[in-house]
């Protein structure tokens, strides 16, 4: 499975962006996809997962500001984010679980100026 993110760019403090990602083949609603993100000399971390039949997981710091949603005909993950902080600035990977097996997007920088 190929992910491709897309979506991100420079947006001032208390702005929004939707974040993409495009797999390359179906994926059953059944598999657990999320977002992650890592900011500069942070380690990588969750944001928001999907998986049918269960509520989204989130961050705490992203509840009530992000949405995670996925599209299964067009085999897309989505992440609306709004309210968007600084604090928000990262690089955000799409992550799909397949068979025990973790695919990752090669990510999309999401800079938030004060």
């Known amino acids: 499975v190929q992910l491709q993110a897309s979506g991100g760019g420079l947006v001032q403090a208390g702005g929004s962006l939707r974040l993409s990602c495009a797999a390359s083949r179906t994926i059953h609603s059944s598999v657990i996809m999320g977002w992650y993100r890592q900011a500069p000399g942070k380690q990588r971390e969750l944001v928001a997962s999907i998986r049918s039949g269960r509520d989204p997981n989130y961050a705490d710091s992203v509840q009530g500001r992000f949405t995670i949603s996925r599209d299964n005909a067009k085999s897309t993950l989505y992440l609306q984010m709004n309210s968007l902080k600084p604090e928000d600035t990262a690089v955000y990977y799409c992550?799909?679980?397949?068979?025990?097996?973790?695919?990752w997007g090669q990510g999309t920088l999401v800079t938030v100026s004060s």
């Open positions: 992550k799909a679980r397949v068979h025990s097996e973790d695919y």
